[in-house]
């Protein structure tokens, strides 16, 4: 990722665990792949281990869907639990 535009750390933990380890998501300047689509990366790092990007009609929709996050992470809590830094639930 060249250039980080938004940051959000949050911790997590897998269901029914207490160990609770950190969560860094980034997302990425959205770019042009052509004349008709854009892309925008973005990163869980700690939680997956490589990056990947997601793909609009233009840079604003790449980077809306990109940022969406808690719709993603609200997916995922049916596995793991996700907390602010402050122990709070994300959810």
Same mark, same amino acid.
């Given at each position: 990722?060249? /250039?980080? $535009?938004?940051? *959000? /750390? +949050? %911790?997590?933990?897998?269901?029914?665990?207490?160990?609770?380890?950190? +969560?860094? $998501? *980034?997302?990425? &300047?959205?770019?042009?792949? #052509?004349? &008709?689509?854009?892309?925008?990366? $973005?990163?869980?790092?700690?939680?997956?281990?490589?990056?990947?990007? $997601?793909?609009?009609?233009? +840079? %604003?929709?790449?980077?809306? %869907?990109?940022? #969406?996050?808690?719709?993603? +992470?609200?997916?995922?809590?049916?596995?793991? #639990?996700?907390?602010?830094?402050?122990?709070?639930?994300?959810?």
């Amino acid at each position: 990722m060249k /250039r980080v $535009i938004a940051e *959000r /750390r +949050l %911790l997590y933990s897998k269901k029914g665990e207490n160990d609770r380890k950190e +969560l860094v $998501i *980034r997302v990425g &300047e959205p770019y042009w792949v #052509d004349e &008709e689509m854009a892309g925008c990366p $973005i990163e869980y790092n700690g939680l997956f281990n490589e990056m990947s990007d $997601i793909y609009g009609a233009d +840079l %604003l929709q790449a980077l809306h %869907l990109a940022a #969406d996050v808690d719709s993603f +992470l609200l997916n995922l809590s049916k596995k793991y #639990d996700f907390y602010f830094p402050d122990g709070e639930p994300n959810f």
